[in-house]
């Protein structure tokens, strides 16, 4: 298990930090962000890298769970 | 229903269609009052808006731009409707504030931001050329810094109201618009009578079109800066094809207008100094790579509740009046008794942008966090 935190980080830290993740490989990543900008970001990027991104809210905040 | 909106919004469809329709309201604008080979520039707005307070006195470059006030309430009205309005502020503040002041100094060498730089190309403006490689320049460099650890930090979330201060702000700039009051003989507020910041679409029209525009782009993340960050970074190609929407609708909106003419020379409110087209705006796109988002998009995000893009805003207001103040602004090309005078930065200008490239520069390699 990874998590990454980029709760109140702004564009493009989330994608920078979850695509480091991702290349380090170890699976299920979870990442977690505090906007829907950084969630759609993070979603897009993780897609395009061959990952299922599974969305889960929590109050005003996102958990990605990225697992390939 | 708010839901697939969302996700539409989101899509490749969607920041292409907020592109197009900026491409198509800009050039629209022109037509109907605002500055030629102009429309709609973030920057020159926001220095028309610091004029007309006061801060700076250049006669010809004051005016309260509705379009700047539409766009932050416009951004506030979709985040409000979507759910999004998230008060939030503390992400190195006075970083983004000097960032915010070097980005304006840069863009008022070149004269213009981003998307006045597409619009300028959408008109056959040729020294947006030059400007558009400086952007990716500075971009480039800040994607540089962003791969070596550079982070300006976390922001917090707090109080609603924190929020709320920009949009109020703004609300204020509307009512000064509106009711036009003179606070000393001669003012504030100040309103060209002449020259660029004389020229503006009605009220109505340029407040109306920059809450649409807000609108679009608080829900498709429409930003410049990130387009072409998103290719340099990650490959990713999303923003970009907003961005080139708007430059071919803009191109294909000022065919149908007849303001398109190709050319360098004595273009309207611009220079030919190549070198300092590029340069201007490589300092601006570091500072907007530094802060993470272009005028536009630190003006949607202000809209949201963002504080560090509200400061960010605000450091690019005073960076107008430092530019006006202290002559670092650009002239214009000049046609005298037929001879044509190519305008440029004046020294201090040019000094001015070194300065802030070596600002920029010190804020990459001093503001990142050891890498894992």
């Given at each position: ?18 695509q ?9 990543i ?39 | ?61 004051q ?5 700047i ?5 416009g951004?506030?009205?979709a ?17 983004r504030?000097i960032?915010?002041?070097?980005a304006?100094i840069g863009?008022?060498v ?24 400086g ?9 540089w810094f ?11 979330k707090?109080?609603t ?11 204020g ?37 920059g809450?649409v525009?807000?609108f679009l782009?608080q ?17 990713d ?16 909106t ?17 220079h ?15 500072a ?17 509740g ?11 207001i005073?960076g ?11 002239k ?17 200008g ?9 600002v ?13």
């Amino acid at each position: 298990m990874n998590i990454v935190d980029a709760r109140g980080l702004s564009c493009p830290q989330p994608v920078i930090l979850a695509q480091k993740a991702i290349v380090k490989g170890e699976f299920p990543i979870e990442v977690y962000v505090d906007t829907v900008t950084s969630r759609e970001n993070v979603r897009r990027m993780a897609e395009k890298q061959g990952c299922k991104v599974e969305i889960v809210q929590q109050d005003d905040e996102f958990k990605l769970v990225l697992t390939r | 229903m708010l839901e697939r909106l969302t996700k539409f919004f989101a899509s490749r469809w969607g920041v292409i269609l907020a592109g197009a329709v900026i491409g198509v309201l800009g050039p629209t604008l022109q037509k109907l009052g605002n500055p030629p080979n102009m429309g709609i520039c973030v920057a020159c707005f926001e220095r028309d808006i610091a004029g007309a307070l006061g801060l700076h006195r250049a006669s010809v470059v004051q005016y309260i731009r509705p379009e700047i006030v539409g766009f932050v309430l416009g951004s506030t009205i979709a985040a409000l409707i979507f759910r999004e309005f998230k008060a939030r502020v503390g992400s190195a503040p006075i970083v983004r504030f000097i960032l915010g002041i070097f980005a304006m100094i840069g863009a008022l060498v070149f004269l213009g931001c981003p998307w006045r730089a597409n619009f300028r190309l959408a008109g056959g403006d040729l020294n947006a050329i030059p400007a558009l490689i400086g952007l990716v320049i500075g971009i480039a460099i800040g994607v540089w810094f962003l791969r070596t650890g550079y982070n300006l930090g976390r922001s917090q979330k707090t109080y609603t109201a924190v929020g709320w201060i920009m949009p109020v702000l703004m609300i204020g700039l509307l009512l000064l618009v509106i009711f036009r009051p003179v606070f000393s003989e001669g003012g504030p507020i100040f309103f060209s009578e002449k020259g660029p910041g004389s020229l503006h679409a009605p009220l109505v029209v340029s407040l109306a079109i920059g809450l649409v525009i807000g609108f679009l782009a608080q829900r498709t993340r429409f930003c410049t800066m990130g387009a072409i960050r998103d290719v340099i970074l990650i490959r990713d190609f999303h923003l970009i094809s907003g961005v080139l929407a708007l430059l071919v609708a803009a191109f294909m909106t000022n065919l149908v207008y007849g303001q398109f003419k190709v050319g360098y020379a004595a273009q309207p409110i611009s220079h030919s100094n190549f070198l300092w087209n590029m340069l201007g705006m490589v300092l601006a796109g570091l500072a907007y790579a530094l802060a993470g988002g272009c005028p536009g998009r630190q003006l949607f995000l202000a809209g949201e509740g963002d504080g560090d893009s509200g400061i960010f805003v605000l450091g690019m207001i005073v960076g107008a009046a430092i530019s006006h103040n202290f002559n670092l602004a650009a002239k214009s090309d000049a046609v005298v008794e037929g001879a044509l005078q190519v305008g440029g930065p004046s020294p201090y200008g040019m000094i001015a942008v070194i300065l802030g490239l070596v600002v920029c520069i010190v804020i990459g390699f001093t503001m990142r966090e050891k890498m894992a």
